[in-house]
């Protein structure tokens, strides 16, 4: 997919930052729309289908995480969250309505930039998607890197595309231990600050889906101290 077709929605009130972040972004080759009113974006999130949304969390109307709970099982594009406070609070509520990676404010364009494009690449064709497409199956869980899509004895398992993507990394990797700065430099593009909780939170909304106890996990299981284990026999 060209960056040019690529179109983004940017939800957020006030107006001299979204038309400044929008300048920025059009300027590097993305078609950009804008929305004020918290009341009107859910309905133009569904609507319009955009490649993507930058939501802002603090909005006039409805706030980011009513509006993120609400599209989350209509849209399947990748949401980023703008988030006013550096603390985990604001970031791991955004992470549980579904929201795909999140920002914090003041926004810096270039970051905000490289992540829109991480994300960006994910919804590329298969194709673009990994180099050797395929389909894992342990037991009744099945995962289709081409198809990006999981199935739990043949029924959809609803994920959104940052956890699509955190479950097929553990699951190629099955039997094998990945740390938290692994996990973030494959799916990110970032290292690890030590603080982040994106990977715990999305752990914990994994697990159930795929049929795994969140109390005591056998199939992605907590190595403390090292990160996280995909436990392939456990299907068996």
């Not at 038309?19 to 804008?34: F, K, P």
């Not at 009341?39 to 802002?56: C, F, G, H, M, T």
Request: net charge negative; glycine share 8%.
């Amino acid at each position: 997919m060209e960056q040019g077709a690529w179109r983004i929605l940017i939800v957020e009130d006030d107006q001299r930052l979204a038309e400044l972040t929008r300048e920025y972004l059009e300027s590097n080759g993305l078609q950009v729309s804008i929305e004020a009113d918290g009341a009107l974006a859910a309905q133009r999130i569904v609507e319009e289908a955009p490649d993507l949304v930058v939501l802002d969390l603090m909005l006039p109307g409805e706030d980011g995480l009513s509006i993120c709970r609400k599209v989350r099982d209509r849209y399947d594009g990748p949401i980023l969250m703008l988030t006013a406070r550096a603390d985990d609070l604001d970031q791991v509520l955004g992470l549980e309505t579904g929201a795909d990676d999140y920002v914090c404010k003041p926004v810096r364009p270039r970051l905000l930039l490289a992540r829109i494009r991480v994300l960006l690449r994910r919804r590329e064709s298969p194709e673009g998607v990994a180099v050797n497409a395929r389909r894992l199956q342990f037991g009744p869980l099945v995962i289709d890197s081409a198809l990006r899509e999981a199935w739990l004895r043949e029924q959809l398992i609803e994920l959104t595309g940052a956890e699509f993507d955190l479950l097929w990394l553990l699951a190629s990797n099955g039997g094998r231990i990945l740390s938290r700065e692994e996990i973030f430099a494959q799916l990110r593009g970032i290292e690890y600050d030590g603080q982040d909780r994106s990977i715990d939170v999305r752990i914990s909304r994994i697990r159930p889906k795929i049929g795994d106890d969140p109390e005591h996990p056998r199939l992605i299981k907590t190595v403390r101290g090292k990160g996280y284990l995909f436990v392939s026999e456990a299907f068996a």
